[in-house]
């Protein structure tokens, strides 16, 4: 087991510094100079050369790039061009709306899609069924900013129930702070909801075609009984490696959602900051995000063999 995570690790320490030369690399190709911006077109040469030597930017790109590398490894982020505060702080601020954000929309998710996934397993090859695959391929197919608008069309404008938008910030109270996130929790669930739904009900399929459920079905056990405490159990694996990547797609993909929303998270900030140039913060933010997908994903490979006893066998044989 201990070989298994040492490989694991050295795996995701190589996937992250190709990620970060990839990051690097894309984002020193796009046009524009931040100097050049920060100070307009209209500046100098000179007042630019300056602001770029000021900026660091004249370096040249290995050593910018060891530089930028070297800080992340200490917990130095760097310092935004823009604000001219280190990103750091940029981060910690953002993430205080980004990361409940996240979290509201996964636990929305699962809530809905599990016991719908579980019912839909439970009435194969009927029309109820059938219907709640097609809704779900709807929900696969309409973008959640379509949801965005709907649910504030409905909910803030019709209704009147919560902010169609903007954050009040948690000193305000812990209420008004998830009223506010209400809106593009449900627009960022219900698309993963519709993917979590029919991979929990192919999962379910899949094992309970398995010669153990046979088996437990000739032992007299009820229907229910047979789901919830043989199947579900055994189905939880690639159920759980989608609601890990979806976590991280939710953290990392809200972009449109908290532009729509006018939301101050880590979307929007990136948003911001490749609309002023301000690299080293889409940098790191995106490495940041970069990360957390990876460093999910490496938790969810862990609790394999917490769930499924087979797996953590032959994990201990093959280090053996």
């Known amino acids: 087991m201990i070989h298994y995570l040492a490989k694991k690790l050295i795996f995701t320490a190589l996937t992250l510094w190709v990620a970060s030369m990839v990051i690097f690399a894309l984002l020193e190709i796009v046009p524009g100079d931040p100097a050049q911006l920060m100070l307009g077109f209209n500046a100098s040469a000179d007042a630019v050369a300056q602001l770029r030597q000021q900026l660091g930017l004249d370096l ?11 800080g992340l490894l200490v917990g130095d982020f760097g310092v935004s061009y823009t604000y001219s505060v280190p990103v750091s702080e940029l981060i910690g601020e953002r993430l205080w709306v980004s990361l409940p954000l996240a979290f509201l929309a996964l636990v929305l998710s699962t809530a809905i899609a599990i016991p719908v996934g579980i019912f839909s397993a439970s009435r194969h090859g009927t029309r109820t069924d059938t219907s ?3 809704f779900t391929q709807l929900g696969i197919a309409i973008p959640n900013f379509w949801f965005a608008l709907l649910t504030v069309y409905i909910f803030a404008i019709w209704l009147q129930l919560v ?7 948690w000193e305000d109270g812990l209420v008004k702070g998830l009223k506010s996130l209400i809106l593009p929790a449900i ?11 029919r991979v929990t009900r192919s999962a379910l399929l899949d094992v309970m075609g398995e010669d153990y459920i046979r088996t437990a079905r ?27 990547l979806q976590f991280a ?5 809200t972009i ?28 790191s933010v995106v490495i940041l995000l970069v990360a957390t997908v990876i460093l999910i994903n490496l938790l969810v490979d862990l609790t394999y063999a917490v769930v499924d006893p087979r797996l953590r066998h032959s994990v201990g044989r093959s280090t053996t």
């Open 60 to 70: 040249p790109l290995p050593v910018r790039y060891f530089t930028w590398i070297s």
């Open 132 to 134: 709640i695959m097609a």
């Open 163 to 169: 902010p169609a938008g903007g954050f009040p910030g």
């Open 187 to 197: 627009a960022l669930a219900l698309p993963q909801a519709a993917i979590l739904s």
């Open 218 to 244: 000739a032992k007299g056990l009820s229907a229910r009984s047979v789901l919830w405490q043989h199947a579900l159990r055994n189905a939880l694996i690639p159920v759980l490696t989608i609601m890990g």
């Open 249 to 253: 797609f939710l953290l990392a993909g």
């Open 256 to 283: 449109i959602i908290e532009n729509v929303f006018y939301l101050p998270g880590l979307g929007r900030l990136i948003f911001q900051a490749i609309t002023q140039r301000d690299l080293i913060v889409v940098e």
